[in-house]
């Protein structure tokens, strides 16, 4: 599982740094993707992304909704090689979806990573604690 918050930036060859905290999990290898919630990246292992096609697979392929949501993870969706110094390439294409210029945030969620620009981050983080604990109070979780 994936967790923590990381600040960085991409390099003049558009190579972001995968925090070494992750890298263990990831391997060598890595599927960078779009991601959701305002237009951030995913990155997953491989193990995992082949879960997550897996579960995206049995969605009935007749109904419209699957096939947008499908056609959104597949379409964007590239194997990554994390090279030894642990960074990966964000093409142009998901750099330009994520609004990514130069610094970036990587959070660790669950079983992916997910990587925003930091301006981005920085409208999502504004949602206040008090706002946190009524939603949490709406699923039935108290703290």
Known sequence: MFT????????????????SKYRDELGHRCV???GLDGRCLYIFS?????GFMKKLSELPALDINSRQLMRHFY???SECDIDKQGRIIISQDLREYAGIEKDLVTIGF???????????WENIEKIEP??????LAAYGISI
């Open 4 to 19: 923590g918050t990381y600040q960085n930036s991409i390099d003049g060859k558009n190579r972001m740094i995968i925090p």
């Open 130 to 135: 008090s706002e946190i604990a009524q939603k």
């Open 46 to 50: 491989l193990q995992d992304w082949e």
């Open 32 to 34: 960078l993707t779009k």
């Open 75 to 77: 379409a964007g969706a």
């Open 110 to 120: 669950q079983d992916k990573i997910e990587v925003w620009s930091k301006a981005e």
